[in-house]
């Protein structure tokens, strides 16, 4: 699934299509993979986490790092990122866990901010954030957030550049090890390559959420 960005409407949407796909499919065995990216912007983060860690008692889930992620964890551990974080949508995501307005104006103190998010933040949320995967093989495809730098090989890949790699990446047309399945960069539709799958449609701003359902019979896409 890509980027979700606090869009519990789109996800609970897709939620919907993927049990109806699994019921007339009768799968035996499925995997829900998540590129990262559940957070800022969009106005429910917090419920989206919420969404997903149910999703996980009732389903095979893995939950991958997106760089907002990131900058999150980064945050509540201490870094000075408070003005790279606003920029990408911090505010939404503190606002969801119940932040008081008035503690995000840029006036109020950094370590003032952390405190109050901190004690915000659910114990369950953060032992989420914190077990998200930088990526994951799945016979022949290869599900990241950003993408991969071309010429290094998978073991040697840079934390960075999984999680923020665009146009390296994306100007790449040589093949891969694997079929790329990533998110990050949006488009307008689902982009398909001979080398990679781009699956971040937007959603915050399109109210498009988009899911690619890979089985014996083929690739497609489910959208919310």
Same mark, same amino acid.
């Given at each position: 699934?890509?980027?979700?960005?606090?869009?519990?409407? %789109?996800?609970?949407?897709?939620?919907?299509?993927?049990?109806?796909?699994?019921?007339?499919?009768?799968?035996? =065995?499925?995997?829900?993979?998540?590129?990262?990216?559940? &957070?800022?912007?969009?106005?429910?983060?917090?419920?989206?986490?919420?969404?997903?860690?149910?999703?996980? *008692?009732?389903?095979?889930?893995?939950?991958?790092?997106?760089?907002?992620?990131?900058?999150?964890?980064?945050? &509540?551990?201490?870094?000075?990122?408070?003005?790279?974080?606003?920029?990408?949508?911090?505010?939404?995501?503190?606002?969801?866990?119940?932040?008081?307005?008035?503690?995000?104006?840029?006036?109020?103190?950094?370590?003032?901010?952390? *405190?109050?998010?901190?004690?915000?933040?659910?114990?369950?949320?953060?032992?989420?954030?914190?077990?998200?995967?930088?990526?994951?093989?799945?016979?022949?495809?290869?599900?990241?957030?950003?993408? &991969?730098?071309?010429?290094?090989?998978?073991?040697? *890949?840079?934390?960075?550049?999984? %999680?923020? &790699?665009? *146009?390296?990446?994306?100007?790449?047309?040589?093949?891969?090890?694997?079929?790329?399945?990533?998110? =990050?960069?949006?488009?307008?539709?689902?982009?398909?390559?001979?080398?990679?799958?781009?699956?971040?449609?937007?959603?915050?701003?399109?109210?498009? %959420?988009?899911?690619?359902?890979?089985?014996?019979?083929?690739?497609?896409?489910?959208?919310?």
């Amino acid at each position: 699934m890509g980027d979700i960005h606090g869009r519990l409407d %789109l996800l609970e949407r897709v939620h919907e299509r993927i049990d109806t796909d699994k019921a007339r499919t009768r799968s035996e =065995h499925t995997v829900e993979v998540y590129l990262g990216d559940y &957070i800022d912007r969009g106005p429910d983060s917090a419920g989206v986490v919420t969404r997903l860690i149910g999703r996980s *008692q009732v389903a095979e889930t893995l939950f991958l790092r997106g760089n907002h992620e990131q900058i999150l964890l980064d945050f &509540i551990g201490g870094a000075d990122c408070l003005e790279q974080w606003r920029v990408l949508g911090a505010a939404a995501t503190m606002l969801s866990y119940g932040v008081l307005p008035g503690l995000l104006k840029r006036s109020a103190p950094t370590e003032v901010v952390r *405190q109050a998010f901190v004690e915000k933040l659910p114990e369950a949320h953060r032992t989420f954030y914190e077990n998200t995967g930088s990526y994951v093989c799945l016979g022949s495809y290869l599900a990241v957030h950003a993408g &991969i730098r071309p010429g290094v090989k998978l073991v040697d *890949q840079a934390t960075t550049d999984l %999680l923020t &790699i665009r *146009q390296d990446f994306l100007d790449h047309e040589g093949a891969f090890e694997f079929i790329v399945v990533h998110g =990050h960069t949006p488009v307008m539709e689902p982009d398909f390559r001979r080398n990679r799958i781009n699956l971040d449609t937007g959603a915050f701003a399109t109210n498009r %959420l988009t899911c690619l359902r890979i089985g014996q019979d083929g690739a497609r896409i489910l959208e919310g």
